[in-house]
DNA sequence: CGCTCATTTGACAGAAATCAAAAGCGGTGG
DNA sequence: CCACCGCTTTTGATTTCTGTCAAATGAGCG
């Protein structure tokens, strides 16, 4: 998935590579990133299992790594909705607070890189610049959160179906993990089920795969297996999504920020 | 609105009151507090006016003091989407960023009390504590905002509408500016027109027009005049949300943080 | 009062949810 | 390797809901 290998002796570092370069460990200096080395550890968790349970005590927060993480709020109705999904580079879990407001669950097999909470908060108040540039982060997020919204709010399940591939072809395809078959055709990789993506994007999964079908048949998408699209026309899906891909591409930090 | 005389030497403390309570100044010790007095000014706006326009360089933040302000995304194709209300004591405006993403748009005549950004974000720095009290702020919010999405995906516009003013209610009736006839019936206040509801859940303003008729004749709602309704079942609001009160209740702090 | 704009209402066509059933997929164990 | 099982996804038929167009009503304002 990604050229460099993993080290993790070195986890909030993770390289030079996309990581680094994205996480809010950018802005550490030589000694906060050594000390991180020390306080952080990294740990492996199969698809589908539960990384954090809605209500928990937030025991611990991090980074994730490698995979696809699926936020998930627990209605009391019993329904799992989906609020986000977190890539890597993405922090993960609730500073600040004894509890945490939604699960966090692997969408497919992730690695973390996770620090104890209360230590990273101590952490954070040696070293300003950090805590900084979380805040420039969850500002950034926010920011993402309220226009993804925004257009969750569009009439149509094709408007909504195809804003949302657009915001995955370029996180999945377009900055970490690239997967391309020739220049112009990235191929949009799915990393949660139908009924999950149904419910993400405010339908049921009948209707999602009806529209699928239509893009399919329009052209737009070529299947390659159940859960990975090639895009033959980027431009049809930006048309389709009642957006311009100027707005669209301000959510590419969607699940978290860019 | 608020009993509490507004003294413009005193913005941001605002008196013992309810946003002094509320906003990031409740961390502010004495010594904040008078520097505060000194950089802010309040200014007001009739309802309609346009306080900050999308794209616009970031130049003042502050917070809300009374009235309501509309934050919006305009979309290329033109239209005006709203993306969240602000209330008395919400932070508003964009800190740590040369542009604004949304524009603020007083939805009543509002005060707000106002900063320069600049002189803010180097107040912060002086004071810590201030800063940290924003950043959970933020955080907090951000898990608001994630909330209110997942609402929004709801099916049926009639589940969006019902956990649209089951808000409402709170905000406007429950914290600031008590408006009540019986101890169990508070009224709910809609500061903004119908077109924008509509647009803010997801649906027309025909299908939002049939969809309180269908309330009001229910027996859900009294309509007390054309932008306020009495909340005569609020069991009933609740299951038509399709959410229970605990889940919704996290939302109270819809547009910025509880 | 007459103007404009917002909101409501009605009629209708189109889109989406629902119910029911078939097909596809992934794992297990023979 | 194959058959079987449970699960997800797709498909079809039907009903309900919602968007759209058009027109009437109502509210705010000079």
Redesign the interface.
């Known amino acids: 998935m990604h050229q460099q290998v993993f080290r993790p002796a070195d986890c909030w570092k993770c390289t030079q590579g996309d990581i680094y370069n994205r996480s809010i460990c950018r802005a550490a200096g030589e000694n906060a990133l050594r000390e991180l080395d020390r306080m952080t550890r990294t740990r492996d968790y199969a698809k589908g299992q539960v990384i954090i349970t809605e209500g928990d005590q937030s025991s611990f927060v991090g980074n994730v790594v490698s995979g696809v993480v699926k936020?998930t709020?627990t209605?009391?109705?019993g329904g799992q909705?989906?609020?986000?999904l977190l890539y890597p580079s993405d922090f993960f879990g609730?500073?600040?607070?004894d509890e945490v407001?939604?699960s966090y669950e692997a969408a497919t097999d992730v690695t973390l890189c996770i620090v104890d909470r209360h230590a990273f908060e101590a952490f954070l108040e040696r070293y300003?610049e950090i805590?900084?540039e979380?805040?420039?982060t969850?500002?950034?997020?926010?920011?993402a959160?309220?226009?993804?919204?925004?257009l969750?709010?569009?009439?149509t399940t094709m408007e909504r179906l195809c804003s949302f591939l657009y915001i995955l072809a370029r996180r999945s395809g377009g900055q970490h993990c690239l997967h391309r078959d020739t220049v112009d055709h990235p191929v949009i990789n799915l990393p949660i089920g139908r009924r999950d993506i149904a419910?993400?994007?405010?339908?049921?999964a009948e209707t999602l795969s009806r529209n699928i079908r239509n893009l399919v048949r329009s052209g737009v998408l070529r299947p390659v297996d159940n859960s990975n699209f090639e895009l033959l026309d980027g431009k049809g899906l930006v048309e389709r999504a009642?957006?311009?891909s100027?707005?669209l591409d301000?959510l590419t930090g969607l699940g978290q920020r860019d």
Chains 1, 2 share one sequence.
Do not use: C
């Open positions: 936020l709020n209605s009391s109705s909705q989906i609020v986000g609730r500073a600040y607070s407001a939604f300003p805590k900084h979380l805040l420039v969850t500002l950034d997020e926010l920011d959160v309220r226009e993804w919204s925004a969750m709010a569009s009439h419910a993400y994007i405010g339908t049921t009642g957006e311009s100027e707005d301000e």
